[in-house]
């Protein structure tokens, strides 16, 4: 079945960057949605990013449209999230998301619509 792995989380100051990657295997060659989700403690999951492996076409929460990118790389089975000028409210464990695309009716941000996740990874945002 489809094994989602996180990487690319660590400590950076306020501004700083980094990418996160999320490597996939076990999938068919059916369409997937994969998306980004972050937890902060006490607070809830909260969708960041999406994208299909389809079309491309990419989905980003508010709180970070103009700093964090998604992109995929099919033929590696893997998509990054950049993350620019961060903040220390992005901190949170990051986690990586899919879902059969043609198992929703549109892209969506909710995290109770993704059934594989990853372990997630650590981004930590302080000076």
């Known amino acids: 079945q489809v094994q989602l792995v996180e990487s690319g989380g660590g400590s950076v100051q306020p501004g700083g960057s980094l990418r996160l990657s999320c490597t996939a295997s076990?999938?068919?060659?059916?369409?997937?949605?994969i998306g980004w989700f972050r937890q902060a403690p006490g607070k809830e999951r909260e969708g960041v990013s999406c994208?299909?492996?389809?079309?491309?076409?990419?989905l980003y929460a508010d709180s970070v449209k103009g700093r964090f990118t998604i992109s995929r790389d099919n033929a590696k089975s893997t998509v990054y999230l950049q993350m620019n000028t961060l903040k220390p409210e992005d901190t949170a464990v990051y986690y990586c998301?899919?879902?059969?695309?043609?198992?929703?009716?549109?892209?969506?941000?909710?995290?109770?619509?993704?059934?594989?996740w990853g372990q997630g990874t650590q981004v930590t945002v302080s000076s």
């Open positions: 998301a899919a879902v059969l695309l043609r198992q929703i009716a549109t892209m969506t941000l909710s995290p109770d619509i993704y059934d594989y």
């Open positions: 994208i299909s492996t389809g079309d491309g076409i990419p």
């Open positions: 076990g999938f068919t060659s059916d369409f997937y949605a």
